[in-house]
């Protein structure tokens, strides 16, 4: 069973680790590029802010985004923002989110993200601490997937070898742990086996690494498809 409350936690926790890092950059870092193709560590940061008031938005039964093109334009201009404007609004919009989710209510309803996405409300603070805690590692600042916790990485192994299921265009994959911990993921066709730590299953599934430290049996490592 989820625990929204003990999710919310963790975004605290998560959020506050990241204000800590983006609190070290100077204008030069904050310029300066991820780890994501084509974003600075500016963009991270501010898709991080307006992530934090879009899931107000889903709880708040509103579109998450007014559409792709909005979300995209408003990444776009707050990215070049000085790193205090940054920081004065990941802490707002942080405390925005955890103000709504501590608000009294229905967390089994079926709440609407983008695309037509459905899910549970109570996994909207799962949703964000995935926000958080990767998009730190993605500022390159020594916040790395290893310094991920052990249920975070569990979870989101889980997560995103769920998402994956049904597609034909992924083999059928068992993705297993050096610690023995399996997932299955994939199609209907195919036997795919790939080992490895969870860091880096987590990072591969994720679209973080390449899947170079992984071991595969039965095949190639399967192509997965962007997130």
Do not use: C
């Amino acid at each position: 069973m989820i625990d929204h409350e003990r999710d919310l936690a963790h975004v605290r926790e998560a959020t506050e680790r990241l204000l800590t890092a983006a609190a070290s950059l100077d204008n030069a870092a904050t310029a300066g590029p991820s780890r994501l193709p084509g974003w600075s560590r500016g963009h991270v940061l501010a898709h991080v802010a307006r992530n934090a008031d879009a899931l107000v938005n889903v709880l708040q039964g509103r579109p998450m985004y007014p559409d792709a093109a909005t979300r995209d334009a408003d990444i776009e201009r707050d990215s070049g923002r000085p790193p205090a404007a940054h920081l004065a609004d990941l802490r707002e919009t942080a405390d925005r989110f955890q103000a709504v989710g501590a608000e009294p209510a229905d967390w089994s309803r079926a709440v609407e993200l983008r695309n037509g996405v459905m899910d549970s409300a109570s996994r909207i603070p799962f949703r964000r601490w995935v926000e958080v805690d990767l998009h730190h590692v993605d500022l390159g600042t020594g916040y790395e997937l290893e310094d991920l916790s052990e249920e975070f990485t569990t979870r989101e192994i889980e997560f995103l070898a769920e998402r994956f299921t049904g597609l034909e265009s992924v083999p059928a994959t068992v993705l297993r742990s050096d610690d023995g911990r399996t997932w299955t993921t994939g199609g209907p066709t195919g036997a795919v086996t790939v080992t490895g730590p969870a860091p880096d299953l987590l990072g591969w599934l994720a679209g973080r690494r390449d899947g170079s430290a992984l071991k595969t049996d039965g095949g190639p490592l399967p192509k997965l498809p962007a997130l």
